[in-house]
C-alpha cells in the first residue's frame, strides 16, 4: 500500500482547506484510514479516521465539527475537509491504513503511512 497525503499549504486564521490521501496501488479499500497530525516538537496525534466504507467516523475532541474525512472508493482516496482552522492546526498531517476494516485513535493500529503534508495557519 503506498499512500500520499497532499493538499496542505498556508490559510489564514477561520479559512479552510480540503487534504487528499491517494492510494496510488489501490489496495486499502477494504482498510479504515486515519488522518494524524504532528506539530513541531510534540507528539504525532490522531486527527480523524473512516471505516473501509465510509459508513463509520471518528474525531479527536479538537476538531469535531470543524473537520470532516471522507473517502470515494471509486478514487481510492479519502479527505480531510477542515474548516475554521486555527493556529493550533498548524502541524504536519499523515495519513495511513489501518490494520484492519475499521479506524482506531490508536498509532500502532495503522501499518502504512504516507509522506505528510504541511499546514500552516496563520494568525
Known amino acids: 500500500v503506498q499512500l500520499q497525503a497532499f493538499g496542505g499549504g498556508l490559510v489564514q486564521v477561520g479559512g479552510s482547506l480540503r487534504l487528499s490521501c491517494a492510494d496510488s496501488r489501490r489496495t486499502s479499500s477494504n482498510n479504515g484510514v486515519g488522518w494524524f497530525r504532528q506539530a513541531p516538537g510534540k507528539d504525532r496525534e490522531f486527527v480523524a479516521g473512516?471505516?473501509?466504507?465510509?459508513?463509520?467516523?471518528t474525531y479527536v475532541d479538537s476538531v469535531k465539527g470543524r473537520f470532516t474525512i471522507s473517502r470515494d472508493r471509486s478514487k481510492n482516496t479519502v479527505y480531510l475537509q477542515m474548516d475554521s482552522l486555527k493556529p493550533e492546526d498548524t502541524a504536519v498531517y499523515y495519513c495511513a491504513a489501518a490494520r484492519g476494516s475499521f479506524a482506531s485513535t490508536q498509532r500502532s493500529s495503522y501499518m502504512y503511512w504516507g509522506p505528510g503534508t504541511l499546514v500552516t495557519v496563520s494568525s
Open positions: 473512516i471505516s473501509w466504507n465510509g459508513g463509520s467516523t
